[in-house]
């Protein structure tokens, strides 16, 4: 019996839902309406329209206030609705989607603002050669050794988007006078005066094995495009090149090695298996702390001191526990990643006005969606290996002083003093001090990373304190 019924209750709701979608009530459906935005005016600025993408531009002036904007005119399909009217007020500082609707259709649209921007963003002599940019002034400075001349440079330079520029970029330039480089893009105008210096004796380095910076690993070209940029007479030159003496060196300050090896460099033999290059250069590398130059040594460099006689003759007093990926397979960073201040050492020049987070005796460096080798060099202290029962014994064998620490209290900053003539070192093994993502997850913002490039500008300052010196920000 109880089946019968609920066959019986079966075709009736069969038969309900047949008569249901019957053609009889299709034509209740209203889908033949045009849901187009004909044309959009914010401010009386006029959007420009794309009706592939469904999204539309407006163009406004370089400075302009973006939170309040009037949709002062907006023309739809004939017997259509939007949820934004004339009249209405948008905060545009973020897109914002608008709903057309047309009987039973409906389509969305995207609006945006963009502003009239004119600026050179990035300015490279020969492939090579970074400009330093102040971008207030309207002036680009680029240093290059003096044997390459200014005569015939080659400049490629990146600039705002929709803009155009003249002269322009990939034209060779006589720069023996100053060139002026006009920006134009809708309203926005700028002008650039750029200048080429030629270097004898340049004032800082940046050292590899790569003959020319563009042959750096991605990791040290974008560390070493940094300092090209922002620290005055600074150069890129080959550890060949230091053994045979091109450059006069007699007024340079400051070296800095910053080494990558995919995979990490662990330990004394592994240094002295890669490092070939440096250490081949050790003499003169010595040489020029033993005469009162100071080096920045980051990543694995930081392996260089106990082979140039800064922690007297014992080689051992390398970081004892180093690791790192490969730069294709970083990983991905799901928040920001810090090391702690060694206790005492909070008003150090290396940690001022760095961005700070929750916690002040954190040194924050990284932000969620950037991508990490994690590249470490530092040393475990314990008494369960590694030579380093307390961060005292540390200090003891290897003369240097502890800056800052991992959670476990690895020593992953570091300074030897300058001292009887010689010069300052400075030495950052932590995997957190990364200058390059290979790529970046959607949303990410630039925010604690900044404090790489600020604590890297600090070391040049305390290090050598009359160089000319920025963060690029």
Aim: hydrophobic letters at 35%.
């Amino acid at each position: 019996m109880r089946r019968h019924i609920l066959f019986i209750l079966s075709l009736i709701c069969t038969g309900f839902l047949f008569t249901a979608c019957s053609d009889d009530n299709v034509s209740d459906l209203r889908l033949d309406g045009d849901c187009m935005i004909e044309s959009i005016a914010l401010d009386n600025y006029e959007g420009t329209i794309d009706l592939a993408t469904r999204s539309i531009e407006v163009r406004l002036p370089e400075v302009y206030e973006t939170s309040a904007m009037t949709v002062t005119s907006l023309n739809i399909s004939n017997g259509a609705t939007c949820d934004v009217k004339q009249g209405d007020k948008l905060n545009m500082n973020a897109a914002k989607v608008l709903h057309v609707t047309h009987g039973d259709v409906f389509m969305d649209w995207t609006i945006n603002v963009l502003h009239d921007e004119a600026r050179i963003t990035h300015f490279v002599i020969n492939d090579i050669y970074t400009g330093a940019i102040d971008q207030e002034a309207k002036t680009i400075t680029v240093y290059v050794p003096a044997a390459v001349g200014v005569t015939n440079l080659v400049p490629t330079i990146t600039y705002s988007q929709n803009a155009t520029i003249t002269p322009a970029s990939g034209v060779a330039q006589d720069f023996s006078q100053p060139v002026t480089y006009k920006v134009t893009n809708n309203s926005a105008e700028s002008i650039y005066t750029v200048t080429v210096i030629a270097i004898e004796k340049p004032k800082a380095l940046f050292v590899g094995s790569a003959p020319t910076m563009e042959e750096l690993d991605p990791e040290a070209k974008a560390a070493c495009q940094w300092m090209l940029g922002n620290v005055g007479a600074s150069l890129y030159t080959s550890f060949a090149d230091l053994r045979t003496g091109t450059l006069d060196l007699s007024e340079c300050q400051l070296i800095w090695w910053h080494w990558h090896v995919d995979g990490g460099v662990d330990g004394h033999d592994a240094f002295a298996a890669k490092g070939t290059d440096a250490l081949n250069t050790k003499n003169e590398l010595r040489q020029f702390y033993e005469n009162g130059g100071a080096l920045l040594l980051t990543r694995y460099a930081t392996n260089l001191p106990s082979f140039i006689g800064v922690t007297g003759d014992d080689e051992w007093t390398t970081p004892n526990n180093c690791w790192g990926q490969d730069e294709s397979a970083a990983e991905l960073c799901g928040g920001p990643w810090s090391f702690r201040i060694f206790d005492g050492q909070n008003e150090h020049p290396l940690w001022q006005n760095l961005i700070a987070g929750d916690n002040p005796q954190e040194v924050y460096c990284t932000d969620a969606g950037y991508h990490i080798t994690n590249s470490t060099a530092q040393y475990h202290i314990g008494t369960d290996w590694g030579g380093y029962n307390d961060h005292a014994a540390w200090e003891s064998r290897n003369g240097g002083k502890i800056l800052g620490v991992g959670g476990d209290g690895a020593v992953v900053a570091w300074e030897y003093p300058a001292r009887d003539g010689k010069g300052g070192i400075i030495c950052i093994g932590s995997g957190c001090y990364d200058w390059y993502s290979y790529t970046f997850e959607a949303g990410y913002v630039e925010n604690f990373h900044r404090n790489i490039a600020r604590m890297t500008a600090n070391a040049f300052k305390y290090l050598a304190p009359s160089l000319t010196v920025s963060t690029g920000e």
